[in-house]
Every structure is written in C-alpha cells, then in structure tokens.
C-alpha cells in the first residue's frame, strides 16, 4: 500500500493542513506515504519523519505531465488531494490511483465532503471532512512543523546575543504584504509602549515587505529581527515568547505552530476562514462579533480596532495585568 498526499500551498494553507497530513501519517502507520508539494516548501517537511517529499514547480503542462508521468510509475494505492484546485483536480484524474479522496464532489473524487466549498467554514474544518468521510478519525487543530537541534541552537544563541533571555518578549508582526496594505493595524506603537511600560519587550517580525515600518517602530521600542529568520527558525523563536500579535498574515499561521497564543487583528478579511490554527478564541475582529458566518460578515477597517480592545483581550488570557 502507498498513499500519496498532495498539498502544493500557499505557505498559510500548508500550515493549515499539517494537521490533517500528521493524522493521515498515524493512520497508514508503517506505510509508504508520500508529500507532493511546491519546490518552495519542501524545506518545511525536512524535519519530518516517515513521509517521503516530492516537489514540483507549480504550473505548467510539461510539470504537470512530469508529475502525472511520476504519479502513475509509483502505482499508488490511495490519493488524498488537499489541494483539489484546477490542476491537482487534472493529476488527480490521470493519476491511474484506485482510491482518490478530494475536497470537491465532483469526479475525480470517490470520497469528498459532499458539497461545494464556498468558504462556509475554515479551511481546516474542510479538510476534516476529506477525513471523517473516509472514516479517519478527525484531527485536532494543532500545526506542526518541528525544527532540529541545528535550528534550536541558532534560536537559544540569537535570544541570548539580543540579552533576552532573563527578559519577557512578545512577538509582533505589524506589516503585510505590499498588497494588502488595509491588513495593517495602525496602533502598534502604542501597543508597544503599553507592553514595554508593562516590563514586556518586543520582538518585531517579517520580510521585505515589513522592512520600513520595522525599521521604524523599533527606534522606539524592541528589536528589528526583519528577515532574520526562515519559518521553522521563527517557529522556534516562538517558544521564547509569551505571545504573538500580528495581522492577518502568513506569520500568524507560522507562528501558531509554537503552541503559543496569537493574537490575530482582522478587518477586511473574514477570520471564521482563515484565524490561526487552534487560535479562535483570540481573533480580534472590527467586525461587530465573532465566529461569524459569511452572510453576517461585513468587510470592516481594521483602524476600528482600538488599543484597549487588543489588550482587553490579551489581559483576559492573564497574559499582562
């Protein structure tokens, strides 16, 4: 028996689905299984035990033939497409796989959830329903993406060459994509005053993107780790922490594999979707409530989210006083 396990990304909805490819790894225990997934996150299984990685680029009918072509060579027994989106729906079909289990009911899929996805619950949820229709026990919404002792020493001598170790520290990460700039809450400065007066210094995250406005906001208060780490390195800078506040972004789903709280800030994007694994109880919303379906679900400014809100909600964790 040889199961194959097709997740091509994006970097959130890998995040999303570790999960769900953990529990499949615990069901076929002892066989061979593997990952197909985007060259781009091939490193975030290398810690991985028992599962077998191959990549591909996304795109592209030469790809996409390669692929179907390695597929069929293999003889895999059982399919599970989490990704089920043009392509993979393609390879799955020409795949020659007797059993295909996807996220649509539609061919290719003997097992599916039985309706159409319109984004009516999170992803994760979606998911689980690929698992409980093929009578696997669900699983439970804890990331995981563990590092090895090369990253644990990097991470202990970064946290120890910045003097934070004897040093409370929160987590931020105040940027977005360029693209998305109505993601970014405006307020960050003053939520890093209020912690830092509270003896709790910062740590403020992210890539390119982020560069300027870390750049910024750390004259003042905590340290610029902009581009500092790779995502199994800021995983492991999590666990220092004692939370995480960030924007809609692919470093609350990064992060959220710490098993620390996250803070997440929505405004126009609709958190029942897309909130951090395990995290649902802390979405800070500018809508007026949560969970929300998607007919109650306004688009709001995230601007509306105002100090006190966000530290209302980390007090109640008794996380600050």
Known sequence: MKILIIKLG???????????????????????????????YKEL???????????????????????IRWIRENEFSHLYDLQSNDRTTIISALSGIPLRAGNHPRFPYHINPGSLYKGQCHAFDRLNEIL???????????????????????????????????KKFVIIHAGSSRNHKQKRWTRFSELAKSLYD???????????????????LSKSFGVNATNEFTVLELIELGKYAIFAVT?????????????????????????????????KNRVINASSCFPLSDDKFNPGKISQITLSHVLEKIKKDNLIS
């Open 247 to 279: 924007n809609d972004s692919a470093p609350m789903h990064i992060l959220s594999c710490a098993n620390i709280p996250i803070y997440g800030l929505f405004g126009p994007t609709n958190p029942r979707r897309t909130h951090a694994l395990g995290q």
């Open 10 to 40: 994006a970097l959130g909805d890998i995040i999303i689905s570790t999960p769900i490819i953990k529990k499949l790894q615990e069901y076929y225990s002892g066989k061979e299984i593997w990952l197909l997934t985007s060259s781009a």
């Open 132 to 166: 409980k229709n093929s009578e696997i026990e669900p699983a439970k919404p804890k990331p995981y993406l563990p590092a090895d002792s090369n990253i644990e020493k990097k991470i202990s001598g970064w946290v120890n060459s910045k003097q934070l170790t004897d």
């Open 45 to 67: 299984f290398i810690n991985w035990e028992n599962i077998f990685i191959k990549t591909t680029n996304r795109g592209g009918i030469i790809n996409t033939i390669s692929i």
């Open 198 to 216: 509270k003896n709790i210094d910062i740590v403020w995250i992210g890539g390119n993107d982020d560069d300027n406005i870390n750049k910024k």
